[in-house]
């Protein structure tokens, strides 16, 4: 029995050490499902092993083994692996031997395993492979009711029954022997699963350790006292340069001691020695110093080294342990880093200004970070004083700007954005002073508010711009009176002639004349009067004083009634062209002087092309904000206008001249041509109508005058379309060929104008429209946009296409007024020109009206 017991504990013991190897084995960490498999293997061979030391039990067919302990835990452990593989090597094994089981041994070792299978689902808190207590308590109750089974089947229905008392005895013996080993083969597997995780932790930890040790550039050392060659880990042999050593591999990590002092930097080395030198004589026992080394590749290492000493009979070191790290990173991140500073430092101390640093966190109580000593030249305050005080900067700030300048740095603090601001101070001695300030905020990780700024001395910029204001006040002053002077000679010269005319006249009638002359002499004076009042007139509109009588007009209605008269100002060897942009918005403007202006400009064209060339007239939609108002310095205010340009293919005006064209009574005409009124006149009306007038010429390409209308603040009404009834109606069955290079632009115009009953083909370029249309010339219209990629712009794609389609109506689409500007370009007076972005209702009722020109065709 003894012996029994014996062998039963080694099996058991092989077992732990087999699922022990499993959780350890690297090949299989991670697979739990391979452990499975192999545990329930592992135990299936410790299950036959058992069955060889089972011994007999009382007059029974039965035998006593400690298989219950691995089949119960092969279930709960390698689940239905587990089953599958130790139950049956239990009955095969006696039926292998010639001694079958009988059937409650053969209940037994199928029933056991399944009873751990169900209590790895009572498992607790504890995860897989743990085998908690409480699921322990539950298998051992199950275990107990299962041998219920056979003691009721040998008493009751066994072939050979037997009495109760033995039946008894055989089952209590079986219990506790079942028990007993179920309870030793817990402690066995669970003291081989907890030491299986500690020494995966401890080799984990060993990798985590080795790897940062590794990363960190980190190495260590091991020298006993008289040893020639230390022991060199694979960071210390790394961080030499030294780890393709050429000795045995039992001895690589030994390096000559003389090899190593060797790499030390010669003029480190002294230093290094003596240190070594107090270590051995025990004056040191822990110690670090910093050294450099030439690495055998020529490389210059900055080196760490700590170290401990120890020793056997206290007093002489007999072993130093250390560690060393390579610092070439940090050192020259070091050396960067005061270079750079030193770099700031003289840029601070060059600057005509100062740098400072603002803790902001607290709103009301501020602190002075940094402020350069440089403030002294500025504020006549050392930077100590302004540290002690904070409160100088703001009571040496400017008492009206105060407010307003609090006020940004709280906007901009708010936005994050950096703010920009000029302001004077008066320093310590009562001058003033003008400071340029440029800060910018930092929000930092611990919670601060930080604002970083530049202060630069901006008193002599402010003194220069103030002198070359009041130079620009006198020049302006002085071209004032040249002006005034020349608006009075001219005035003056003609006033001298009417006023000659109506004398001479006044004299001839005194003299009685004859009746039939009189007529002639009263017409000349009226005349006369008649252009006096004229040149009052254009006067008072120079001068913003004529009476105005603005309406609400749509100034494209103006433009379609003025060419017609406008054409028969002009020979026939000009030709006038018109762009007009639908959705025009309306303005408010007197007609009767828009008309006028418009004749002036037409003349002036005229005159400039000498009778020959093209005319063209456009109109668009514009948005004016500060920064257009600012470049061109226009006194406009903000908001809509609408743009008139009348463009011409004259030589250009001159650079020098230009600045002179608005000016009263000065014109390029030969004498006797023109009054030099008409662009005054113009711009006059344009100002008192609340807008301007622009000019662009180049020499040798033309002229383009722009006159910018407000737009009306009471916009009319739109007439409002049934677009879902009459625009698919209008649409259906169109053929449409679409050109648009930008995507999403694209895109958006296919889907309206297919929801409106358009079969719409679309291109990228005009290249690729041209290619399109010529493949399958069946389009009824074309939509395009004028500036596009490639070599056919939208007004080329148009001409071209029109060569051999000469009644295509066309749809042009532009992204800014100046794209139509150019003469010749393909477009008809009676083409539609659309303003980007094309509102839905705009852009249905241009092809309607286009449809329209299909159906006149």
Known sequence: MFAFFLQSLISLSLAGVLVFATFTSDFLRGKEQTQKVLIGVFLGVIVISL????VPVGPLPMVMSAISGPLLFAGYLAGPAGILIAGPCAVLYRVAIGDPMPTAGIYMACATPFLGLAGSYLRAAKPWPHI????????L???VMLLTVPFFYMTLFSPQPQSLPVTSKVVVIFGLTGTGFILITWRILEFAIRLAEKVNGANELSENLDLAMRVSGMGRFRRNRGDQRPFFDAGMLAMYGLEKSTLPAQEQGLVPISDWESLVFPKDFPKVKAEADRVWRGEQLVGRGEFRVRRPD????????????????GSIPTRVTGMHMDLTDTREAEKQHRSSLGRLAMVAEELPGIVMELDLTEDKNPSLLYISPKCKEIWGVTDQEFYENPGLIAKMHDPDDIKEFTGLIERCRKTGAPCSHQYKITARDGSTRWLDFHGSFSFEEDGRTLLRAVQLDATKQVEAQRQIQQEREIARRAQKFESIGQLTGGVAHDFNNLLAVILGNLELLRDGEEPENQIKLIDAAIAASLRGADLTRNMLAFARKAPLTPVKLDINDVLREAKNW???????????????????????????SLESALLNLTLNARDAMGGRGHLTIETANVRIDEDYIDLRQEELTPGRYVMVAVSDTGPGIAKEILPSIFEPFFTTKPPGVGSGLGLSMTLGFMRQSGGTVQVYSEVGEGTTFKLYFPAAKDQPEPAMRPQSAETASEGAGRRLLLAEDEDDVRNTLVTILERAGYQVTATASGDEAYDTFVANPSFDLLLTDIVMPGELQGTSLAKKLRQKWPELPIVFMSGYASEATVHGNGLRPEDIRLMKPVQRSDLLAAMVKASSQIKES
Request: glycine residues 6%.
């Open 51 to 54: 069955s060889m030391t089972s």
């Open 132 to 139: 908690p207590r409480r699921s322990l308590v539950m298998m």
């Open 141 to 143: 109750v199950g275990y």
């Open 298 to 313: 020529g490389a210059l290492r900055n080196i760490r080294a700590v170290w401990i000493s120890d020793s056997k009979n």
């Open 566 to 592: 406008i054409g028969r100002t002009l020979p026939e060897s000009v030709r006038v062209e018109t762009s007009l942009l639908a959705g025009l918005w309306a303005v408010d403007v007197d007609r009767a």
